[in-house]
Each structure stands twice: as C-alpha cells, then as structure tokens.
C-alpha cells in the first residue's frame, strides 16, 4: 500500500498549484497511490500540516506550491523520519530546481515510486529554517517586487522583470561579515547566503552548492555599475560561475556566518521577507529527509524501501480508517 500526504498551497504560483495538484493526482491515481489533500489556509498553515503528519509517524508527505510552501513544510519535517517529496506549483521552485526535480508535474509526481531519498543539509538562521538562502539587499527588493506584481506576470518571468526594476535604483549597505571565525568588514548591494546552487528562479549564485557537504556559500556583491551588473547576470543563468570571477563578486564557504549592518535590512527566507538584521545563520547537518532523482549525486535509497516497513504500513493503514 502506497500512500502520501499532500500539503498544497492554493495560492501558490498565483493558483498554478492548483492546477499542478491536479495533474499529480491524475498521475497518482493511475500508479495505484492512495493520498490525502491538506489545503494550507494561512501563514504558518503548512508547517502545523507537515508537523502533524510526522508526529503521525508517515514514511512521506508531498508539498505543492513556490519556495515559500516548501520552507513552511521543512519546518515541521526537518529533524524526523518523514521524507519531504516536491512537486514544483510556485514562481521560482528554486528547491526543485536545486535538487534536480523536473518542473513538470507528472514527472515530479513520478518520482515518489522512481526516485531516491537522501539526506538534505537544512540551513538556520536563529529560530527559522531555510533549504535554498537567506539573503539581504537587492535580493530582498527582487522578492517584493515579484510579490506585487499583477496576476498577468507569472513564473521566472515575473522574477525576471523584478530584477531589472530592482537594479534601476540599486541601494548599497555597509555591512559587517563574520564567517565563522574571520570577520570582514564591506560594502554590498547584496549578499546571499546559500545551501543550494539555485535561487531567485534558476540563477545559479553557488553553481557548485552542495546541500549535502555541510557548509554554507556566502556571495557578496559588492559596488559594480548598474551596466555592469547587467551584463554580468545573463552568467548566473548559465550556471558557468564566470560571475564569481568578476572583480565587484566574492565568494566564501563556511559553517557559520553573521551579518551585521548599521541599520536594520529585511531578510529573505526562501522566497518569504521575515524579520530584519542581524543575520545569523548556520546548518543542521543532513536534517531532512527529501526525495530527489536517482541521478542526483547524493548516496540514497529506493523511494519504495521507506514504504514497504511493517510500521509504514501501519501508519498508512491507521490513516486511511483500515
């Protein structure tokens, strides 16, 4: 007996999800899959969700929505026995992207009878868990801008033209970066600090970002022309890393990082803008559990392996009334 939990947004992807949760059902259904829909009704609404269905002891629980769904789901999933399993329905899907995930919904669906489980690095910043970044400056600016805009503008492009809206009236911070034991001080338009080689839709910062090595890569860009910064962005896309060579970029790994700044900067949490500086962030080492394609570099396990255990089964069973 097979069996998820389906946590979606319905207001992701401005009502894509939706959408995506039915095309997965279908799939679903086809496989033989039993499921049960949870709609999430507010902020915070998906990690009491996912929390429950850990407590409840289910071997996998399945999330729809944008970024912000997914950091919602790894709250309440990271540190248990519940494999978290992605279906892509929000604007940058920079999770999925991170991880190798296809976009399409069936094949994202297929994964939880296809794919493999590994064991995901979970970042932290004080109380708030993140799996993509934190990020302060221009980033943060991105993400408001995409959050207002109107319902025509929709996925990467949305993202897209934010950009380029953001770096119109590009603001610099004095900021002060503390990197596990080294301490910098400079001046910035932005800083991400990353576990996944994706964000903000598919710009690859980290292209080499590991969720799996423990460690953090921080990108500081510092003062760089506007021309220049729009000539150096179209790099980010390629997932080259000649960015990182350009003299306004650097580029650090580490196990802990604290940004201080003079006054106080909006944080960005996986596409969400929560609280302000400082920024103190670090790692919980292979905290969650999350299905990814069998291509994916990370040592894993059959999907079904999770499944097929006496206690999964009773789980399930208990679940569905059998």
Known sequence: MSF?????????GRGRALKVLDRARQVLTQAGWHYEVARTEGPGHAIEIAREGAQAGLPLVAAIGGDGTINEVIQGLSGTNTSLAI???????????????????????????????????VGVERDRLFGCLVSIGFPVDVIDH??????????????LTSVWQTLRNLKYYDVTLTLDDRSIATT????????????GGGLRFSPNADVTDGLLDVVVIGKISLWDLVF?????????????RHPAVDFYRCRRVRI??????????????IGQTPVEAALHPRALKVVAPVSHPAEGHPVSAGLESPAAALSVATLLGL
């Open 188 to 199: 910035a338009c932005g800083i991400f600090v990353l576990n996944t080689p994706s964000a």
């Open 260 to 273: 201080d700044s003079p006054e106080p900067l909006p944080k960005m949490f996986d596409g969400e803008i």
């Open 232 to 244: 150096t962005l179209p790099q980010v896309y390629t997932g080259s890393g000649r960015h990182l």
């Open 146 to 159: 995409t959050n207002k805009k109107k319902q025509l503008i929709k996925g990467s492009l949305a993202i």
């Open 4 to 12: 998820v939990k389906i946590i979606v947004n319905p207001r992701a």
């Open 87 to 121: 279906i892509p329905g929000g604007t940058g899907n920079d999770h999925a992207r991170s991880l190798g995930i296809p976009l399409a919904p069936e094949k994202a669906a297929a994964l939880l009878w296809q794919g493999k489980i590994i064991n995901m690095d």
